[in-house]
Every structure is written in structure tokens, then in C-alpha cells.
């Protein structure tokens, strides 16, 4: 029976990033993985998302070289094999990547499904159904979620499908359903949208993306409508039903919606059952494992990370945790509140967050202070062509702690974390005023911002 000091559970940006810093810090170190080294994120997650991003905001701008003086040669089109070609081609650099950097480290990969058997003690059943246990010192869990899958929907994998199958099939319908108006669903409708797709969105809820404030959710239509997608929020599919190649999605006191394909994005699920929480003792809320800020659960010598273990479901966060949990798992002392989060939507424009929102905010009880600079204002959004979006600054108003902030324009998951860095070392709006940043730069604009919100505006009338 292998020994370890540091047994990961879960090959994900959490788990791996974990499992290379626990053997950074001298510790021998397993890691078990179930499908695929990298996770949901590297393999049918953000990764292959941004990459099928990225190219359909390639052909959205030659659809629109000759405002730029540029002549494409005829009407572009996609050859959607190549595409997924592609982007299964940067998967694999990923991938690829991080099983180098375990081995380099001399990380013991195995791949099979585990099970907790207390006492330290894993069970690791491979594809074949063989069976080892190793037994570690400590355990991080690191299992991450999966799509929610409710039962009105008929998944087949072909017609009617989650993200899973969206980031692998090499697929592309004329029509496609999305259903879920969040933030995994508006970047799909995005993508579909821009790759000439008819797309419609059907939301259950009464706004895009909720949880955003207003305004911001507002932007994330506004940018789906000119692309051609139908929007309907407020709007619930009681059932739907698959014939040959057609979806048939049946709309609470509407019309039916039919697509050749469907995409339920209607969130995760934290990956947690059938593996051993009981045996071991650990205590969940519902389907998430309870950790503190040290990512210990109730049973000493045991850790979870990530999507399984924490609400913020991002693989950003599932690496800090990683991080923090392998420092406590080698005798270190770390902790995060994870009070400073940024985010983004890849919509186009991008939506870059961090901290509270308005709404959050002003609920408190602090007395807040709120301002949009608009890129219509921003050299470089005009030479780019690219005004639409801002950066909103909330602040408490007497003191000017930034309390969030929230950028709307190209590369605003970008430009967010100059905010995220100045929240998380306590400056104020006035301390960003007084950096000088270069011009010209979409940066700026979080400058721009911090003078309007300090009664000095230069390039706005405030």
C-alpha cells in the first residue's frame, strides 16, 4: 500500500495547483484523476470556451473590416471542424502541460475514480474496475462540479446537450436553444451568435445574468441583441421533446421554440456524490463539503477545494484554495477569505468584476458613492472602434474604500485586476487617481473613473 504525506483528489486547477505546491514544499504527493488531467476548465470549460471566443470575434470583426478601410475578399465563412480542431489543439498544449509539470515535480498520477475509506485510506478504482488504496497523511478533495441536469430535459448528448459535449462536438446547427440566461449561457450565445447561428436564449428569471446590477445586465443584452439572438427573460420551458433533429423546447403561456440542438446551461453542481464523504466523516450542506478559510473540514487531516467546496464556482479561486490548502496540509499556516474575487463574463464586450456590486453594496447600510466612466470618452476604445462599455466605481463615500467596481469594454477581465490589487491592499479611489497610468491605454479608464468619482473629471463633463 503506497504511502503519501499529500493525497489530491481531482486533477483540476485546484487539485493540481495544490498537489504541485505541496510538492514544492517537500511533501510526496499523489494525485487521482478520474477523466482527464486540468478538469472541467482546461478540457470542456474555460479554456475551450475562450478559444471558440476568440474565434468568433475574429470572424464578427472581418464581418466588419470595411469600416476600417479593409477589404476581406468575399464573404467570410467557418469551416467548424477546424475550428474544433483548434481549440482541442490548445486543450492538449494545456493538458500536456500540466502532466509535465507533475512529473517534473515527481507528483504520482493515478487515474481512477476514488473513494474515501476514512482513516486516511483511498480506494482508486481504474477504467478497467482494478482496485489499489493508498493511505496520506493529509487529503485535499478536489472533485470540482458538473452540469445541473434537470430531469425536464431530455439529454442525448447530440441534440440536447450541456457544456460537456458544447466545448467537443464538432456540431454546429443552424438554430440552437439556450437555455439559462447566465453567464455560461450568454458566452455560448456569444459564440453561436457570432458563428452566424440563429440563437435564442430563454431565461427563467426576469433579467440576463442575475445577480448583476442592472445597468451591467443591461449591457450583456444589449451586446446579444445586436448580434441577432432572441432574448426572452421572464420565460420558463415546462417540457421539451426531441424529434429526428429537432428540439422542441414548450414555453409556459408562449410559443414553442424549436432549434436543431439545445443547450441547458443552467448551472453546476458540486461534484461530491460517491465519493466516500460518509465513510470519512466529512460534513457537507446539501451536496457542498463545509470548509473554513483554511479550506480544513470537520475531519482533521482532510481538506476540500474549489467548486465541491465553495460557492464561488471559478477555477481562479479553486487555485488559491488549492494553494492555501497544501500550505496548511504541509505544516505552513494559510488562509484566505476570499473577500477580494475578481470575475468576468466573455461576452463581447467582456464584463470584468470585483468586490460588491452597487446593489450589494448600497443593501449594506454604507453610504455609497457610485460613477460610470464611458469608453466613449477613452482614446483608445475610439481607435479601436470599441465604445461600447465603461468602468463603474463603487466607494464608500466618506473614506473612498473601494467597495467593487465593475469594467465593461474590451479587455475588462483584464483591466479589473488594477482594481482587484488595490482592493485587496486597502487603497482608496484617490491613491489610483494620483498613479499615473499610460496613455493611451484601456487601463486608463479606471483612472478616468477615480477622477470622475473625486469631483475632477478631464475627459468627462461630471
Given at each position: 500500500?503506497?504511502?503519501?504525506?499529500?493525497?489530491?483528489?481531482?486533477?483540476?486547477?485546484?487539485?493540481?495547483?495544490?498537489?504541485?505546491?505541496?510538492?514544492?514544499?517537500?511533501?510526496?504527493?499523489?494525485?487521482?484523476?478520474?477523466?482527464?488531467?486540468?478538469?472541467?476548465?482546461?478540457n470542456?470549460?474555460?479554456?475551450?470556451?475562450?478559444?471558440?471566443l476568440?474565434?468568433?470575434?475574429?470572424?464578427h470583426a472581418?464581418?466588419?473590416?470595411?469600416?476600417?478601410?479593409?477589404?476581406?475578399?468575399?464573404?467570410p465563412?467557418?469551416?467548424f471542424?477546424?475550428?474544433?480542431?483548434?481549440?482541442?489543439e490548445?486543450?492538449?498544449?494545456?493538458?500536456?502541460?500540466?502532466?509535465?509539470?507533475?512529473?517534473?515535480?515527481?507528483?504520482?498520477?493515478?487515474?481512477?475514480?476514488?473513494?474515501l475509506?476514512?482513516?486516511?485510506?483511498?480506494?482508486?478504482?481504474?477504467?478497467?474496475g482494478?482496485?489499489?488504496?493508498?493511505?496520506?497523511?493529509?487529503?485535499?478533495?478536489a472533485?470540482?462540479?458538473?452540469?445541473?441536469?434537470?430531469a425536464v430535459?431530455?439529454?442525448?448528448?447530440?441534440?440536447?446537450?450541456t457544456?460537456d459535449?458544447?466545448?467537443?462536438?464538432?456540431?454546429?446547427?443552424?438554430?440552437?436553444?439556450?437555455?439559462?440566461?447566465?453567464?455560461?449561457g450568454?458566452?455560448f450565445a456569444?459564440?453561436?451568435?457570432?458563428?452566424?447561428?440563429?440563437?435564442?436564449?430563454?431565461?427563467?428569471?426576469?433579467?440576463?445574468?442575475?445577480?448583476?446590477?442592472k445597468?451591467?445586465?443591461?449591457?450583456?443584452?444589449?451586446?446579444?441583441?445586436?448580434?441577432?439572438?432572441?432574448?426572452?427573460?421572464?420565460?420558463?420551458?415546462?417540457?421539451?421533446?426531441?424529434?429526428?433533429?429537432?428540439?422542441?423546447?414548450?414555453?409556459?403561456g408562449?410559443?414553442?421554440?424549436?432549434?436543431?440542438?439545445?443547450?441547458?446551461?443552467?448551472?453546476?453542481?458540486p461534484?461530491?456524490?460517491?465519493?466516500?464523504?460518509?465513510?470519512?466523516?466529512?460534513?457537507?450542506?446539501?451536496?457542498?463539503?463545509?470548509?473554513?478559510?483554511?479550506c480544513r473540514?470537520?475531519?482533521?487531516?482532510?481538506?476540500?477545494?474549489?467548486?465541491?467546496?465553495?460557492?464561488?464556482?471559478y477555477?481562479?479561486v479553486?487555485s488559491?484554495?488549492?494553494?492555501?490548502?497544501?500550505?496548511?496540509?504541509?505544516?505552513?499556516?494559510?488562509?484566505?477569505?476570499?473577500?477580494?474575487?475578481?470575475?468576468?463574463?466573455?461576452?463581447?464586450?467582456?464584463?470584468?468584476?470585483?468586490?460588491?456590486?452597487?446593489?450589494?453594496?448600497?443593501?449594506?447600510?454604507?453610504?455609497?458613492?457610485?460613477?460610470?466612466?464611458?469608453?466613449?470618452?477613452?482614446?483608445?476604445?475610439?481607435a479601436f472602434?470599441?465604445?461600447?462599455?465603461?468602468?463603474?466605481?463603487?466607494a464608500?463615500?466618506?473614506?473612498?474604500?473601494?467597495?467593487?467596481?465593475?469594467c465593461?469594454?474590451?479587455?475588462a477581465?483584464d483591466?479589473v485586476?488594477?482594481?482587484?490589487?488595490?482592493m485587496?491592499?486597502e487603497?482608496?479611489?484617490e491613491?489610483?487617481?494620483?498613479?499615473i497610468?499610460?496613455?493611451?491605454?484601456?487601463?486608463?479608464?479606471?483612472?478616468?473613473?477615480?477622477?470622475?468619482?473625486?469631483?475632477?473629471p478631464?475627459?468627462?463633463?461630471?
Amino acid at each position: 500500500m503506497a504511502e503519501y504525506n499529500v493525497a489530491v483528489i481531482g486533477g483540476g486547477p485546484g487539485g493540481y495547483t495544490s498537489a504541485l505546491r505541496a510538492a514544492v514544499l517537500g511533501a510526496r504527493v499523489c494525485l487521482v484523476e478520474k477523466t482527464y488531467l486540468g478538469g472541467t476548465c482546461l478540457n470542456v470549460g474555460c479554456i475551450p470556451t475562450k478559444a471558440l471566443l476568440h474565434t468568433s470575434e475574429m470572424l464578427h470583426a472581418m464581418q466588419h473590416a470595411d469600416a476600417f478601410g479593409l477589404a476581406t475578399g468575399g464573404t467570410p465563412s467557418v469551416d467548424f471542424a477546424k475550428v474544433m480542431k483548434r481549440t482541442r489543439e490548445v486543450v492538449g498544449q494545456l493538458t500536456g502541460g500540466v502532466g509535465q509539470l507533475l512529473k517534473a515535480r515527481k507528483v504520482d498520477v493515478l487515474m481512477g475514480a476514488a473513494r474515501l475509506l476514512g482513516g486516511g485510506k483511498i480506494e482508486v478504482a481504474d477504467a478497467d474496475g482494478k482496485t489499489q488504496t493508498v493511505t496520506a497523511e493529509n487529503i485535499i478533495i478536489a472533485t470540482g462540479s458538473e452540469p445541473a441536469r434537470p430531469a425536464v430535459f431530455p439529454f442525448d448528448g447530440k441534440q440536447v446537450v450541456t457544456t460537456d459535449e458544447a466545448t467537443t462536438s464538432d456540431a454546429l446547427p443552424e438554430e440552437i436553444l439556450i437555455v439559462g440566461g447566465g453567464i455560461i449561457g450568454c458566452e455560448f450565445a456569444t459564440v453561436y451568435s457570432e458563428l452566424d447561428c440563429k440563437v435564442t436564449v430563454v431565461e427563467m428569471l426576469d433579467a440576463l445574468c442575475p445577480g448583476l446590477d442592472k445597468d451591467i445586465a443591461r449591457a450583456v443584452g444589449k451586446s446579444l441583441k445586436a448580434r441577432g439572438v432572441d432574448v426572452k427573460v421572464g420565460t420558463k420551458i415546462t417540457e421539451m421533446t426531441v424529434k429526428g433533429k429537432t428540439v422542441t423546447a414548450k414555453v409556459e403561456g408562449g410559443e414553442d421554440v424549436t432549434a436543431g440542438m439545445a443547450l441547458v446551461a443552467v448551472g453546476r453542481v458540486p461534484a461530491t456524490e460517491g465519493i466516500g464523504l460518509e465513510a470519512a466523516g466529512v460534513e457537507v450542506d446539501g451536496r457542498l463539503i463545509r470548509v473554513d478559510d483554511q479550506c480544513r473540514t470537520n475531519v482533521a487531516g482532510i481538506f476540500a477545494i474549489g467548486d465541491c467546496a465553495c460557492v464561488q464556482q471559478y477555477a481562479h479561486v479553486a487555485s488559491r484554495m488549492g494553494a492555501v490548502a497544501a500550505e496548511n496540509a504541509c505544516g505552513h499556516d494559510a488562509a484566505d477569505r476570499l473577500t477580494v474575487v475578481p470575475s468576468g463574463i466573455y461576452t463581447h464586450p467582456e464584463i470584468g468584476m470585483v468586490g460588491q456590486s452597487e446593489a450589494a453594496a448600497r443593501q449594506s447600510g454604507a453610504e455609497v458613492k457610485v460613477v460610470k466612466f464611458p469608453l466613449t470618452a477613452s482614446g483608445m476604445a475610439r481607435a479601436f472602434g470599441e465604445t461600447a462599455g465603461m468602468v463603474k466605481l463603487v466607494a464608500d463615500a466618506a473614506t473612498g474604500e473601494i467597495l467593487g467596481a465593475v469594467c465593461v469594454g474590451p479587455h475588462a477581465t483584464d483591466v479589473v485586476h488594477e482594481i482587484a490589487v488595490a482592493m485587496k491592499n486597502e487603497l482608496t479611489v484617490e491613491e489610483i487617481a494620483e498613479t499615473i497610468h499610460a496613455h493611451p491605454t484601456f487601463s486608463e479608464a479606471v483612472l478616468e473613473a477615480a477622477e470622475l468619482w473625486l469631483g475632477k473629471p478631464v475627459h468627462t463633463v461630471g
